[in-house]
């Protein structure tokens, strides 16, 4: 079990330029999302903000 | 009317679709993406040649692909956009170019990585490699183009001409490595005459690149209604500036 582990990580060798290859992938495609989830929560949060300030102007109520 | 029409029900339309397709592009993603690691990464052979280091192309090649698709999805959006004005169609260009940069970006680098033990240099400046390397100029060159302007309308429009005019490099990223000599291997895979990759090694190759595709499709849907509510945003603002600008008429 651990020697078939350790020669899985090993790569046959190429261990240094396999992993790197799939971390980096990791890393990018899931800072993209992470990135574009955010963009889209704090936008929903400013139109919420906008729409919900207005109500409440029109409503007569108080500051922002 | 039918402009008013064509104007707002698409997006409304597209925000319907996008809330039924997003379960299903981000739930396939997760199989396919498991599927395919799996078949890649433990169940496939060693390649004969290329020992363990070939299971660096289940990341490069469809990451490669999918470098030139999004650019494809870029280029037919944009002269849609260009023709007949379609509201959406800026939106999907201006959310695919960042997603296909991150792809490029990875086939640059996970080739560099494969490059380096089996050719033994990290990059040459040969065919392939530098009309891919124009391909992540041209989108960031398309991302900094589409923000260059005040006007959101002109900054679209001049990232769809230079994405259009682009599209001349995809030609000769496919077909680089017939035309000119190179250490790139050709094609194995999109061949008239059917694959010369094995059934072993295909099979995970498929499903990582159709894992990659869901992942564009759900990204893709999350940042257009990004880019939704910042128009939706700025119009909200000119609005405020108007009204504090403009004398208010007569109550």
Known sequence: MMESLVSFFAMGGYYAYVWPAYGLAAVVLGGLLVVSLR???????????????????RAGGGGA | MTVSLHRFANPARFLKIAALVLPWASGLTVGLLGLGLYLGLVASPPDYQQGESVRIMYVHVPAAWMAMF????????SATALIWRHPLADLVAQASSPIGACFTFLCLVTGSLWGKPMWGTWWMWDARMTSVLILFFL????????????????????????????????????????????????????????????????????????AFTMYYVALLILRVRAEMLDRKLRTARLAAVDAATVPAPAR
Do not use: C
């Open chain 2, 70 to 77: 999004v650019y494809s999805v870029i280029a037919v959006a």
């Open chain 1, 39 to 57: 963009a889209l929560r704090v936008r929903q949060a400013e139109v919420d903000r906008l729409e919900g300030g207005g109500r409440r102007r």
């Open chain 2, 139 to 210: 989108y960031l060159g398309h991302m900094s183009l589409s923000k260059a302007f005040d006007d959101p309308v002109r900054g679209a429009k001049a990232a769809s001409v230079l994405a259009l005019v682009g599209v001349v490099n995809l030609p000769i990223i496919k077909f680089s490595v017939d035309w000119w000599n190179t250490l790139h291997q050709p094609a194995s895979v999109m061949r008239l005459d059917g694959p010369t990759i094995d059934g072993s090694m295909l099979t995970p190759l498929l499903l990582m690149a159709l």
